[in-house]
């Protein structure tokens, strides 16, 4: 029996499912051995299946009820990273949690036998509650209650932050809701903790869920940033409007709110697009906050905070976009600032620009003189018919031309007006210089999409080789296994005839001696007058003649009718060598004679005959058929060498194609880990252009907004009235 180490295949849900009807076979643990499975409508163990592993429900002797996770494939220094967990959680004391979210768990190396190996399980503490979307589904209406869950959600996370821990996975199945309204935590294979800093991470948690920028060598404390707000959001929109989790939540869909495509693509998103309308402002705000956060590295992701949002969600009518970029000020509470470079742009203030005209100079009031005259003296002329209306058109028209070119120009000579176009040319001049860097960002985007979607398509071609391998190796061992039974099965059946030819073999030795010892007191019975009644020297001379000297020169005697008028019968002598053998002299009596003699001579040499073998040749029967057993025994016994010489070729063979592949894929994810470090230099020297853009934009809008309250009808009104 061998124990599961390096790249031994794992076995299937289904293989466990097996393993698992006898409990007292399969398991060392104390607590496990001869615990019961839950079963399903079959009576088979019930496995709730994942992509990694299975877990299965045992209840043992003493009443405490166990999860069981057993393991589907191979995961590098598993069981250090357990360990390392281990340690870290058991220190936290339970006092300073927010709530009970911790689980208690035991990684067990050899924890369970599987077709003849040993291989490792997580035994977990069973948990009494429902994931998160369960409990969403039966509470959602309860706005209280899921205000309640949200703040208890935002204390969890405060709980793993102080600790620096990231579970990896946070996502509806991984968070459970007990029945006091607190959670509880499960699926700790991809959890970070201090002691593993400069490992890669073993998975990138729940695509719903999950930054598209995340990457295998993200592993650290920051983790669950953008999990936490995709997460807090979806509670607090429910909170606020119960009806967003029908609208937006699909029956026994894979997120909350929001999923992936939401993340890659805010833009075209109509679920982020509802909540960004939303009518409540912290819907809105938390909303903006995730499309802003969509494509930060993880680093740069603020983290949620416990505190909760002071204000009320205040309803106002209409929907209404909050300023894109901007963070609204209840969130400052809830982000808590990190050390990354890099951190997230908000647009700044509009700056001391002008706002309104503030002092008339002399121009403004001649023109303020001049506007009057402009409209009225053309009307003049016309009411006192002095010249045509035509005349009059032409006159209007120039009159106003020439007011719009001098208030144009008069405007134009404003210290105010100076300078809103030159900040808004300055402004326009930093937006084309953003606009590279902004292509350059994109294009930096597309090349790690291109490149995340090109390891995603090799590891995936690397997860089909492995089991290729996995498979090929499970044929060829399944294929010696089969082998090896049948030629077993043919040699047990040689091996249970040969008992009878044993005894068969004996009865026809005895019975072969038997004949010799009466062949051979036939032969000393010789033909004699006096023995036989009628017949007489010469007729015993005749016999002699013959060959027919002893009862063992005939075995019997054949009677012949000769037919015709005296139906004459002939005794013919049936001779040991098969003649018959007409005799002058001896008829149907004689014959019978002769016969009886025989008869008498064979039963007396019968009854003397030995009834068992001499013990030297039951020694050699009994030898042979020893021989002839021990040759089978040792051919069974070479069956399951050889069995074992294929199995173990097979093995041999699967663990140097894994470690093949393994060392690819090393090479490979050495080569990745340089390419997003380069990503990663790159993006540090780009910085934020989205950002730095949106910022122009909104400076550039704010500058806008100063110069439509310096227009010309504004100007006009100013001229005329000073105000």
Same mark, same amino acid.
């Given at each position: 029996m061998s124990t599961a180490q390096g790249p031994l295949p794992f076995p299937s849900g289904r293989e466990y499912q097996e393993a698992l009807q006898n409990t007292t076979v399969c398991f060392l643990d104390r607590d496990l051995r001869g615990a019961l499975?839950?079963?399903?409508?079959?009576?088979?163990?019930?496995?709730?299946?994942?992509?990694?592993?299975?877990?299965?429900?045992?209840?043992?002797?003493?009443?405490?009820?166990?999860?069981?996770?057993?393991?589907?494939?191979?995961?590098?220094?598993?069981?250090?990273?357990?360990?390392?967990i281990s340690?870290?959680?058991?220190?936290?004391?339970?006092?300073?949690?927010?709530?009970?979210?911790?689980?208690?768990?035991?990684?067990?190396?050899?924890?369970?036998?599987?077709?003849?190996?040993?291989?490792?399980?997580?035994?977990?503490?069973?948990?009494?509650?429902?994931?998160?979307?369960?409990?969403?589904?039966?509470?959602?209406?309860?706005?209280?209650?899921?205000?309640?869950?949200?703040?208890?959600?935002?204390?969890?996370?405060?709980?793993?932050?102080?600790?620096?821990?990231?579970?990896?996975?946070?996502?509806?199945?991984?968070l459970l809701v007990a029945r006091d309204g607190t959670f509880r935590l499960v699926d700790y294979d991809g959890m970070f903790v201090p002691a593993l800093l400069g490992r890669h991470s073993t998975e990138r948690g729940h695509r719903n869920y999950q930054s598209p920028a995340r990457g295998d060598d993200d592993f650290d404390g920051t983790l669950d940033h953008f999990s936490n707000w995709v997460i807090y959001l979806a509670l607090r929109a429910v909170a606020a409007d119960p009806s967003l989790w029908t609208r937006l939540?699909?029956?026994?869909?894979?997120?909350?709110?929001?999923?992936?495509?939401?993340? /890659?693509?805010?833009?075209?998103?109509?679920?982020?697009?509802?909540?960004?309308?939303?009518?409540?402002?912290?819907?809105?705000?938390?909303?903006?906050?995730?499309?802003?956060?969509?494509? $930060? =590295?993880?680093?740069?992701?603020?983290?949620?905070?416990?505190?909760?949002?002071?204000?009320?969600?205040?309803?106002?009518?209409? =929907?209404?976009?909050?300023?894109?970029?901007?963070?609204?000020d209840w969130l400052d509470s809830h982000v808590t600032a990190t050390t990354a470079p890099g951190p997230v742009t908000f647009a700044p203030s509009p700056g001391s620009l002008p706002r309104r005209y503030t002092y008339r100079r002399m121009a403004d009031v001649l023109l303020g003189l001049l506007l009057p005259l402009a409209v009225l003296a053309p009307a003049a002329l016309a009411l006192v018919e002095l010249v045509s209306p035509l005349v009059t058109a032409v006159s209007y028209g120039g009159t106003l031309g020439v007011t719009a070119l001098t208030t144009r120009r008069t405007r134009g000579t404003r210290q105010e007006t100076r300078a809103v176009r030159a900040h808004l040319s300055q402004l326009r001049e930093k937006r084309r210089a953003t606009l590279g860097p902004v292509r350059t960002a994109d294009q930096l985007r597309r090349e790690q999409q291109e490149f995340d979607a090109s390891?995603?398509?090799? /590891?995936?071609?690397?997860?089909?080789?492995?089991?290729?391998?996995?498979?090929?190796?499970?044929?060829?061992?399944?294929?010696?296994?089969? /082998?090896?039974?049948?030629?077993?099965?043919?040699?047990?059946?040689?091996?249970?005839?040969?008992?009878?030819?044993?005894?068969?073999?004996?009865?026809?030795?005895?019975?072969?001696?038997?004949?010799?010892?009466?062949?051979?007191?036939?032969?000393?019975?010789?033909?004699?007058?006096?023995?036989?009644?009628?017949?007489?020297?010469?007729?015993?001379?005749?016999?002699?003649? $013959?060959?027919?000297?002893?009862?063992?020169?005939?075995?019997?005697?054949?009677?012949?009718?000769?037919?015709?008028r005296y139906n004459n019968v002939t005794g013919l002598i049936n001779a040991a060598d098969g003649r018959r053998l007409d005799i002058k002299g001896i008829g149907e009596n004689r014959a019978r004679t002769l016969e009886a003699w025989r008869i008498r001579q064979h039963a007396r040499a019968s009854s003397r005959a030995p009834s068992s073998l001499p013990t030297a040749r039951r020694q050699s029967i009994e030898a042979d058929f020893t021989r002839r057993q021990s040759d089978l025994s040792r051919r069974r016994l070479e069956t399951e060498t050889t069995a074992r010489t294929a199995s173990e070729h097979a093995d041999k063979k699967l663990r140097s194609e894994l470690a093949r592949l393994t060392g690819e894929d090393q090479l490979a994810a050495r080569h990745a880990s340089q390419q997003r470090q380069q990503f990663a230099q790159r993006a540090r020297q780009l910085g934020d252009p989205h950002a730095r853009l949106a910022a122009v934009e909104a400076e550039i809008a704010a500058a806008r907004r100063s110069a439509r309250a310096l227009s010309s009808l504004r100007y006009l009104r100013f001229a005329l009235t000073g105000r």
């Open positions: 499975p839950q079963t399903n409508k079959l009576g088979l163990p019930r496995p709730i299946s994942g992509q990694f592993a299975s877990v299965f429900s045992l209840t043992n002797a003493l009443g405490r009820r166990y999860a069981l996770k057993c393991f589907t494939s191979h995961v590098r220094d598993q069981q250090d990273r357990y360990e390392a340690d870290k959680l058991s220190v936290i004391a339970p006092h300073s949690l927010s709530q009970p979210w911790r689980i208690g768990f035991e990684y067990v190396p050899d924890g369970i036998l599987v077709n003849g190996s040993r291989f490792p399980v997580l035994k977990m503490d069973w948990v009494e509650a429902v994931t998160l979307s369960n409990w969403l589904d039966h509470h959602y209406t309860d706005s209280a209650a899921v205000r309640a869950l949200a703040e208890r959600f935002a204390e969890l996370t405060t709980d793993l932050g102080t600790h620096d821990i990231a579970h990896g996975d946070l996502q509806h199945g991984n939540h699909e029956p026994d869909g894979e997120y909350l709110l929001l999923a992936e495509d939401d993340f /890659k693509n805010p833009a075209g998103s109509v679920r982020l697009s509802t909540l960004l309308s939303h009518t409540d402002s912290t819907v809105r705000d938390l909303a903006e906050q995730i499309k802003v956060l969509a494509w $930060q =590295p993880l680093p740069h992701v603020p983290r949620l905070s416990v505190t909760a949002a002071t204000t009320t969600a205040a309803h106002i009518p209409g =929907p209404r976009t909050a300023a894109a970029g901007r963070r609204p390891e995603a398509d090799r /590891k995936s071609q690397l997860t089909a080789a492995q089991t290729k391998l996995e498979r090929t190796h499970q044929k060829a061992v399944k294929t010696a296994e089969k /082998k090896k039974v049948q030629d077993q099965q043919a040699i047990d059946r040689e091996i249970t005839s040969l008992a009878g030819q044993r005894r068969t073999g004996l009865d026809r030795a005895l019975a072969n001696h038997r004949k010799e010892f009466i062949d051979g007191e036939l032969r000393k019975a010789r033909l004699h007058e006096k023995e036989l009644t009628g017949i007489g020297r010469s007729l015993v001379q005749a016999l002699a003649a $013959q060959g027919v000297r002893t009862a063992a020169d005939f075995t019997g005697i054949t009677l012949v009718s000769a037919g015709g």
